[in-house]
């Protein structure tokens, strides 16, 4: 046997997918990324259905299909699994399955935190899906405003809380992967001015998850509270504003918008180029404004609230940057019609699709800039108009791009090829249909029907236009079910589709048909945008395993992770194999979430402890692994580490990202503590003492000092005195459990009744926020304490130190900041 | 598109890490502003009652502005002085796999955000330039 067919064999051994039952528990990311994919898309048609039910509802005046009671809840499921459960996984789901092999990567950095969010986002949607069927489902409107959702609502509002709160862990979790992957795994030589346009796209996106999903739990945090022990964030009566879930929805509800916009446009961008056969016309413009937008997005949030009642002026604020957006969105527009212009079009299936979708979106983005204005939106508020604008931006400016984009990778992702004539077919059945359901709303709404009623009298006129919309609908979901079949029809007796099916230029077009588990052969050096338009041998280079990494010689699965900016390789990154851990883990916290809606303490707590076994034992098995030996030969004369701790490192930057997520969330609840501020003349209120300001300053310098022992003790450690690094570790955990007692002695001491306001519950909030944080960090340094009693945590071997040193950053920085503002702020008053 | 360089193409400071914080620096500089501007009339009007004046308000959020403006600026300035970043260059692409491309890239990209964010800025004074009061 010669070397190369040995690597070869050494490769297919190593990333050889399990086998049976044991299938479930792969975490390939080819693989975890077409589970994601049909999981999201079962969930978007059963949302689907509700809307046809609704349609049909609507058809004709004074309909009985269906109660006002089942209305609302269809809408409310319709709203919330489009939103949840299919536009924002969909971008993590095709992301996670197509991101590696554009950048080179055999696989993303922590595949089992992939798998662990697809399993949280199953069992999550199943629930939140399975609830209408026992007439459970949430009814209170996507946005669950309180004091309806609070006040009125069944059980269902604590489904579409708890089921969320869960697929916002796998978003985070998506969030984590996904940014690490683009700046750590890129092949080497691909700088960040040569990364693929949907690289910078993920990255941006990434980010935004991070800002924008974490005021949506905090508001969820506050929401649960008072639903379940009736903490009064939300009751004006005792001090609470609803405004305050408005406006943490909302922070987080528009960057959504975006969050779900960006992703998929950035399939645009990889597409376009392909079919217009030339680079795309404004590489670096369209980078500039995708981060202009992002940024931007987070100004938006108020113009959901303008007939709140706000001062003229903030509505001016919103309603000015809400224009300004249209700016950097406008720019990628261009950009694109740019190339099309500028190359040769081929006519194919997937560009008509991009097409569609320019010409849908940009009639959405017309009525954003109509809407964008607040008089005009005073008009037009809470009507079918918002209905068709919502409609147009997501549908126009999501699925139609989403469906030029599985049109264009089907052959990358299953190795055939869709059928020409069935994707003219549902185009064209989808973009008439679609049209002709949302066209007539824009009438609909301005001759003044209201969103949300489930019938309305034959003398408002309202009837054709519904009738209209209804047809429409069905046509809609007629081209639907075309695409459908034809993606799951049967192809065996098909030829597989030719390597590179379209001429593309990007990497991920290198792989082999039918696909390699591994990926590429070997990880080749990149020197251009469009590789495999520039360089004539790269498929040579990649094939004859002349690359990077060619082999498995150690039996591991391994990627390459390289610098930030200019690709360099720094380490060779040992990743997860197949494992029931991430789902096992998944199941215990869907326990948490699903025992705690029934208010199942025992089993809550059971399943709480359930999740933290597994996890701990994940973590104790499979990461921070010291080598068999310190470096390898990856070929071409290069030794790279197989170690690596602190900020080179990519658990340390996944550390740093999910705290920075949730230090957002922390802000968050902050947040309420001002924001309920604003609201009341006198804050604390008149006769309330507490918390005082002595134990909120004994616990500052507790958290101080924990702190600081934490630091001292990654520092003593590197510098090789075991000992003494074990001795503060210990000191650090001691002072932790103080610094929790001294934070909750204040509101206990002076007997501050969470139920009685707004302000002892906002205080109670904050603290029980960080002690939950103070408890899971006293968690993480026992665990750094286990790891270098049993000699798994050494001074070379630091990586567990820095990242929990990291998390202590974050947390003493809350804790100090918690202290300063409940004990300091009432002084101020 | 190859490897080979730009036919004008002299040796050129390459960045460094920070290079990717100074891209986002000129929008962050606009979410502060729109987070002062919007938070301090928000509470000004919530503490004084919605008939009250606003002109002191106004006054804070032309200040901000011209901070702000002048912050960015400054950035703008600093980015500008990047050798052969963008505007006075004739290769708009920045598609060689070299680091001095890289920062032409990124220097190009942030300069034309300062760009972006100072109207962005100028936006979101247009409102407290004609209104007066709290209603």
Redesign the interface.
Known sequence: MTDKAEEEQQLGKVWDSPRGWAALSDVNNSVIGKWYITASFAFMLFAGVLALIMRTQLAVPDNGLVSAQTYNQLFTLHGTVMMFLFAVPIFEAVAILILPAMLGARDLPFPRLSAFGFWCFVIGGIFVCGSIFFDAAPDAGWFMYPPLSTEQSGIGADIWLLGLSFIEVASIAAAVELIVGVLKCRAP?M????TPLYGWYVLIVGAMILFAFPPLIAGDYLFELERAFDWPFFDVSRGGDPLLWQHLFWIFGHPEVYIIFLPAIALLAMIIPTFAQR?IA????I???A??TG??S??LW?HHMFTTG????????????S??VA??TGIQLFVFIATVMLGNVVRTVPMLFCLGALANFLVGGLTGVMVAVAPFDFQVHDTYFIVAHLHYTLIGGMVFPLLAGVQYYYPFATGKMLSRKAGIWSFWLLFVGFNVTFLPMHLTGLMGMPRRVFTYGADRDWGLLNMVSTVGAFIFAAGFLLFLWDCVRSKRHEPDAPRNAWNAGTLEWAGKVPADQWGLRSIPQ?????PL??DKNLLDTIDQGRGLLADAAEGRRETLVTS???AEPEQVLRVGTPSWLPAMAAFGLGGVFIFATWKLWWLTLASGIFFLAVVLYWLWTGTAEIPEKPSKDIGDGRRLPLYVAGPRSTGWWAMFITMTGDLTAYLGVLFGYFFLW??HENFPPAGVSGPGWQWPLVAAILAIATWGAMVAARLSNAAGRVGLARALIIASTIGNVFTALALMAGPWTSGLDPTSHSYPAIVWALVVWVVSHLLAGMIMQLYCLARSIFGRMTPAHDADLWNVTLYWHFIGFSALLTALVIGGFPLLQ | MSPQRAHNEVERETGHGTDLWRVIAAPIIWALHFLFCYVFVAVYCEKAGRTADLFEARLWVMGATALALGAIFWLTLRIWRVRARSVTDDDFEFEHNTPEERHRFLSHAALMLCVLSAVAVLYIVIPALYLSTCR
């Open positions: 030589g700088h960040i001015n040569l680079p404004g590489y670096s413009w980078v500039l404004s981060i202009g940024f931007l987070f100004g108020v706000l001062p003229a002026i903030s509505l001016g604020f919103f309603s000015a940057a224009e300004a700016i950097p990149i020197n251009s945008r469009y338009w520039d930030v900016l200019d604003t609201v």
